[in-house]
Nanobody, 120 residues
Framework: QVQLVESGGGLVQAGGSLRLSCAAS????????MGWYRRAPGEQRDLVAT???????NYADSVKGRFIISRDNAKNTVYLQMSSLKPEDTAVYYC??????????????WGQGTQVTVSS
């Protein structure tokens, strides 16, 4: 079993910054990729950023130049540094990890979600 635990959401004024963290734990053999999605009220879940193991980060156009995704592979943790936040960034942010667990096939695991609210 694999668990993803997120932290770092909250309320911030427009122009401010927040840093989200997501730690994966459990019977992890390898991680292929980690990243973040978000779901705004009344909207579908959209990809924010992804960072494959040994690969290049990818970002949604709406966050390029403002958000930075990074990983600490030793800690199985992914971060999302969000700067110059806008009210339209308000959403529940979900981390994910594509994990091969011990004695299990590759699977995409999700965090519980953390609320980010940007006030104008």
């Amino acid at each position: 079993q694999v668990q993803l635990v997120e932290s770092g959401g909250g309320l911030v004024q427009a122009g401010g910054s927040l840093r989200l963290s997501c730690a994966a734990s459990g019977s992890i053999f390898s991680i292929k990729a980690m990243g973040w999605y978000r779901r705004a009220p009344g909207e579908q879940r959209d990809l924010v950023a992804t960072i494959p193991t040994g690969g290049t980060e990818n970002y949604a156009d709406s966050v390029k130049g403002r958000f930075i995704i990074s990983r600490d592979n030793a800690k199985n943790t992914v971060y999302l540094q969000m700067s110059s936040l806008k009210p339209e960034d308000t959403a529940v942010y979900y981390c994910y990890a594509v994990v091969t667990a011990r004695a299990s096939p590759q699977y995409m695991y999700w965090g519980q979600g953390t609320q980010v609210t940007v006030s104008s």
